[in-house]
């Protein structure tokens, strides 16, 4: 199965995502330029971490009109599975493909650190493969985390089983301690820690391969 | 009429003989254009005029140098048909006259070093010393240049997508009106993909990259190569902005531009800016470069020659492509979003023609701006400026935990966590040791080995005595390596001084480079390239403030990629051994340690005596001791001496702590706090293997005692130094920076 890693202007977590989907889960990967409107034959899709178009304006707000985002709507819209991490997931609220919005940190900084997630629910294809109640450490490395939604979305997403991330420890104020979320038609993830980043051993954590066997694995079942 | 006058030559830091120089060169007055431009080349900061007749006595060769000092950063080969770029390079003026845009334009400078010679930026280090932070009088100014580097490092280095893996950061009142910011980058480049900054083959068209010109940084170089007065806060227009997605898609446009073959040469625009490039590059390639202003973008309209020849914008770049292959090099930077022009071309002759709409402004002969740029042998016949006593004053601790738990809670010793955490330590998932260890680790994936890479400076020890000093910087940093099993291969350095022009700074500056350069020899890390930053003192008044002589080392080290050795104890009842043994201390070589600064409040004395040679065999031993995966925790001793190492031992979430049995006829201040060379501390599960092994390599290696849970205890012979719970000091060394800072301390 192929994943396609779209690359913004400014994106720089796109080779670690491919390295961790072509080295440490065993599948295939190619790049995605910003100025496509064809995704071409994917079978899910990654909008990495980093900068599109230098965070300027507001966080996803220019990667947002990119030629490859219009293929991207109609991929979700068709089903297919889109992954958006850190700055992805800052587009994909962006797109309004996940509800919400990413603001500064509580405490205004930067905060790169391995932190503890508890998976909340199973029932997507981001996290089949795991077991409700696990808890994983991935890094998170961003300035813009805190999830913040009004108090509606927030209690539909937890009504309908949304949440597929908390924070054990919130390091940035996210609402409700949410660190990652999915759409309701449940092929939609966005989650600001960085799964790709714990692939490895020599990494300190493979917790985050969690993310990337799931999608697999659903993939098969529904080739 | 003489349009030059002694005012404007003064204005440009050039002296009366150097432009009687400049006459006799162009055989004619200089025009205003050709006077800043013969300002920024001979500046101390493009010219190293004071240094660099010392600069030749560092060793500079081996068989893994591939790239020397003189390009834009040194290379070296590490096997399997790749080579690293590194260098270190210093912002320290700009960082104290606005920290943010300071720190963030000296990280995209030194990135844009690496990414010239073709090497892909893989890992960002920084050496930050500033004042106190609690001092009453500078503590809330030295607590905003702080805040103000480190984000500055975040937001460039972050953005660009480029790992923060660790550095240093001290306290000291030299440093309060002149921070020293050093940033070391390092790349990672196959050997047929090096570029070099020459140009070659007259006609070949010169394209001007990157960002627009403005007038940001003109005379920055200049700015850099001054004592700061109370005025300089009004040259806050010379310090430039910096835009890291500009340097991020300059970087990808770059090393895909080299990859069509049609790139002969590229230089970035760094300080001195297209005047640097331009000149340099032709004069590398024994050839010149002719430019039309009028072709160069331009941010802004009305801009002079001079001030676009001067302009430090930031995020440009100039190359020289192969005639008729232009528009493959245009393709690549229109598909990034990026300017792109031809400036120019390639010219037989060795010289720099720089026209504005067709008209000459400016005509130099290449070599007049660089081999007959002045070199001075300034006096340093005077003993080296200090004015500490030799004797310290007599001294008795009335309690030596409370001695340890200021060091630990000092800003020198503290955790660091608050900084290193601003920074995306681990993007690009190479990461395998990061801020906070001895020695930074980052795998290599395409050669399946690692490179480890430590900075280290200690102007404290340099102020007593720069040659010993200088000596012991380069064996802590290859110690450091060593202590996470890397071999020490090559080594980088940023050498701040005070006003080379005082024979006393002089002096300082010369015994530092005679230290490193044997210390460099003696470990076989030869110098490849660095970085000279003078004139780093601040008139207040009649007061004439200089930092301390801070030379800081960066040295890069090689390794199999495997899981590291870290600091803390990983599980109790394991043997404590002291490799190296207790050392040597006397009341003199107390002077310079961290005891006699944040406890005493005082310096005198000298710095710890050093031998080379049994340090390097400590080295070799401890490496030894990890490649056969002897050692559960590694860390090498260093400021603070035993007794923080042995804290820093106890830190991690287990909470595992030791019980300490010394044996030493030392006073107990020197035996816990002296800060001897050559010790590295270890737990092992099998201590007769390395005790063998130390033995086998002619070093100490006594059994300290055991790890257990939750506590650290020491005592020498029967009598009990101090006991602790490992989680109080624990918390007390995280918490200790934020404190600071705030300003609750």
Same mark, same amino acid.
């Given at each position: 199965m192929r994943f396609g890693v779209v690359v913004f202007p400014g994106s720089n977590c796109d080779h670690d995502a491919w390295y961790s989907v072509t080295h440490n889960l065993g599948q295939q990967a190619e790049f995605l330029w910003h100025g496509s409107e064809r995704l071409g034959n994917v079978d899910a899709v990654i909008l990495p971490g980093g900068f599109a178009y230098g965070d300027y304006l507001r966080c996803g707000?220019?990667?947002?009109?990119?030629?490859?985002?219009?293929?991207?709507?109609?991929?979700?819209?068709?089903?297919?599975?889109?992954?958006?991490?850190?700055?992805?997931?800052?587009?994909?609220?962006?797109?309004?493909?996940?509800?919400?919005?990413?603001?500064?940190?509580r405490g205004l900084k930067f905060i790169c650190a391995p932190v503890g997630l508890r998976l909340e629910s199973t029932n997507s294809p981001f996290t089949c493969s795991g077991r409700k109640g696990q808890i994983l450490t991935i890094p998170i490395a961003h300035g813009e985390g805190c999830y913040t939604a009004s108090g509606r979305i927030l209690d539909e997403l937890e009504a309908e089983d949304r949440v597929l991330f908390r924070y054990t420890s919130n390091p940035n104020g996210s609402a409700r301690d949410i660190a990652g979320i999915c759409n309701a038609g449940r092929n939609v993830l966005g989650m600001m820690p960085h799964p790709e980043r714990a692939t490895d051993p020599l990494m300190g954590s493979t917790d985050g391969l969690l993310v990337l066997q799931s999608m697999a694995a659903s993939l098969t079942v529904h080739s | 009429m003489s349009a030059i006058t002694s005012d404007i030559l003064a204005r440009h830091n050039i002296t009366p003989a150097e432009y009687q120089t400049?006459?006799?060169?162009?055989?004619?007055?200089? $025009?205003? $254009?050709?006077?800043?431009?013969?300002?920024?080349?001979?500046?101390?900061?493009c010219s190293y005029k004071s240094s660099r007749i010392h600069l030749r006595k560092f060793p500079t060769k081996s068989e893994l140098v591939v790239q020397g000092p003189g390009e834009n950063a040194g290379i070296i080969d590490i096997g399997k048909g790749y080579?690293?770029?590194?260098?270190?390079?210093?912002?320290?003026?700009?960082?104290?006259?606005?920290?943010f845009q300071g720190a963030a334009t000296g990280?995209?400078?030194?990135?844009?070093?690496?990414?010239?010679?073709?090497?892909?930026?893989?890992?960002?280090?920084? /050496?930050?010393?500033?004042?106190?932070?609690?001092?009453?009088?500078t503590g809330p100014r030295n607590r905003r240049i702080l805040e103000g580097v480190v984000s500055g490092i975040a937001h460039y280095g972050n953005c660009f997508g480029v790992p923060t893996v660790g550095g240093e950061c001290v306290f000291e009142a030299s440093y309060a009106g002149n921070p020293l910011v050093n940033v070391f980058a390092l790349g990672v480049v196959r050997h047929e993909d090096i570029?070099?900054?020459?140009?070659?083959?007259?006609?070949?068209?010169?394209?001007?990259?990157?960002?627009?010109?403005?007038?940001?940084?003109?005379?920055?170089?200049?700015?850099?190569?001054?004592?700061?007065?109370?005025?300089?806060?009004?040259?806050?227009?010379?310090?430039?902005?910096?835009d890291p997605f500009m340097e991020k898609l300059l970087l990808e446009a770059c090393l895909e531009a080299m990859k069509t073959g049609a790139v002969i040469g590229i230089q970035d625009m760094g300080a001195a800016g297209l005047t640097c490039s331009t000149c340099e590059m032709g004069s590398r390639g024994n050839v010149g470069v002719e430019i039309d202003l009028m072709h160069v973008p331009q941010r802004e309209k009305g801009m002079t020659p001079y001030e676009i020849?001067?302009?430090?914008?930031?995020?440009?770049?100039?190359?020289?492509?192969?005639?008729?292959?232009?528009?493959?090099?245009?393709?690549?930077?229109?598909?990034?979003?990026?300017?792109?022009? $031809?400036?120019?071309?390639?010219?037989?002759?060795?010289?720099?023609?720089?026209?504005?709409?067709?008209?000459?402004? /400016?005509?130099?002969?290449?070599?007049?701006?660089?081999?007959?740029?002045?070199?001075?042998?300034?006096?340093?016949?005077?003993?080296?400026?200090?004015?500490?006593?030799?004797?310290?004053?007599?001294?008795?601790?009335?309690?030596?935990?409370?001695?340890?738990?200021?060091?630990?809670?000092?800003?020198?010793?503290?955790?660091?966590?608050?900084?290193w955490q601003q920074y995306d330590y681990m993007v690009r998932t190479n990461t395998t040791l990061g801020p906070g260890a001895d020695a930074a680790i980052v795998r290599i994936k395409e050669t399946g080995t690692s490179v480890a890479m430590s900075l280290d400076g200690n102007g404290r020890y340099c102020y007593l005595s720069p040659r010993e000093g200088a000596k012991l910087i380069v064996a802590e940093c290859c110690r450091n390596l060593s202590t996470v099993g890397a071999k020490p291969v090559a080594a980088t350095n940023n050498l701040n001084f005070g006003n080379p022009e005082r024979?006393?700074?002089?002096?300082?500056?010369?015994?530092?480079i005679e230290g490193m350069a044997e210390a460099c020899a003696f470990f076989e890390t030869p110098i490849t390239g660095g970085n000279v930053s003078l004139y780093n003192e601040t008139r207040a008044g009649d007061d004439l403030v200089a930092i301390f002589p801070t030379p800081v080392a960066g040295i890069v080290g090689l390794l199999p990629t495997r899981t590291p050795v870290t600091i803390p104890f990983k599980m109790a009842d394991r043997d404590v051994v002291l490799l190296g043994g207790l050392g040597f201390c006397d009341a003199t070589r107390f002077g310079g340690t961290q005891y006699a600064?944040?406890?005493?409040?005082?310096?005198?004395?000298?710095?710890?005596?050093?031998?080379?040679?049994?340090?390097?065999?400590?080295?070799?031993?401890?490496?030894?001791?990890?490649?056969?995966?002897?050692?559960?925790?590694s860390h090498d001793l260093s400021d603070g001496g035993l007794a923080v190492a042995l804290a820093e031992c106890c830190f991690s979430p287990g909470n595992i702590g030791a019980a300490i049995t010394l044996d030493s006829g030392l006073r107990p201040e020197h035996l816990l706090f002296h800060e001897g060379p050559s010790r590295i501390l270890l737990s092992t599960a099998d201590a007769v293997r390395v005790s063998e092994i130390a033995a086998g390599h002619g070093v100490e290696c006594p059994v300290i005692g055991k790890t257990v849970e939750g506590r650290l205890s020491i005592r020498n012979r029967d009598i009990l130094l101090l006991d602790s719970s490992v989680e109080t000091l624990n918390q007390q060394w995280e918490e200790a920076l934020e404190s600071l800072l705030r300003g609750t301390a």
């Open positions: 707000a220019i990667a947002k009109f990119s030629p490859i985002m219009k293929a991207v709507r109609k991929f979700a819209a068709d089903g297919g599975l889109v992954a958006g991490i850190c700055n992805g997931f800052q587009i994909l609220t962006e797109c309004g493909l996940l509800p919400g919005a990413l603001t500064r940190n | 400049i006459l006799k060169l162009l055989d004619r007055e200089p $025009t205003f $254009t050709e006077l800043g431009i013969f300002s920024v080349m001979w500046s101390e900061h080579a690293i770029a590194f260098k270190i390079e210093s912002h320290n003026h700009p960082s104290f006259i606005e920290p990280v995209g400078g030194i990135l844009r070093d690496i990414f010239t010679m073709g090497a892909r930026p893989i890992a960002v280090m920084d /050496a930050l010393r500033f004042g106190p932070l609690d001092d009453p009088r570029f070099y900054a020459k140009a070659a083959g007259p006609g070949n068209p010169v394209i001007y990259v990157g960002a627009k010109t403005g007038k940001d940084g003109v005379h920055g170089a200049t700015m850099a190569s001054a004592e700061f007065t109370e005025e300089s806060a009004a040259k806050r227009p010379n310090v430039q902005v910096g020849m001067l302009s430090e914008s930031q995020e440009r770049m100039l190359l020289v492509a192969e005639k008729g292959r232009e528009d493959e090099v245009f393709a690549v930077f229109r598909k990034w979003g990026l300017d792109a022009a $031809t400036i120019g071309t390639v010219i037989p002759e060795n010289t720099l023609r720089v026209k504005d709409h067709g008209v000459v402004v /400016a005509e130099i002969h290449n070599p007049a701006l660089t081999d007959a740029a002045p070199v001075y042998d300034r006096p340093h016949d005077a003993a080296p400026y200090r004015t500490a006593p030799m004797r310290g004053p007599a001294f008795a601790s009335a309690d030596l935990l409370a001695d340890l738990t200021t060091l630990l809670t000092s800003g020198d010793l503290c955790s660091k966590r608050y900084i024979p006393e700074i002089m002096a300082q500056l010369v015994e530092a600064k944040q406890v005493l409040d005082d310096l005198w004395g000298m710095p710890p005596a050093i031998d080379l040679d049994y340090e390097k065999r400590v080295q070799a031993a401890i490496r030894h001791i990890i490649a056969d995966g002897l050692a559960e925790s």
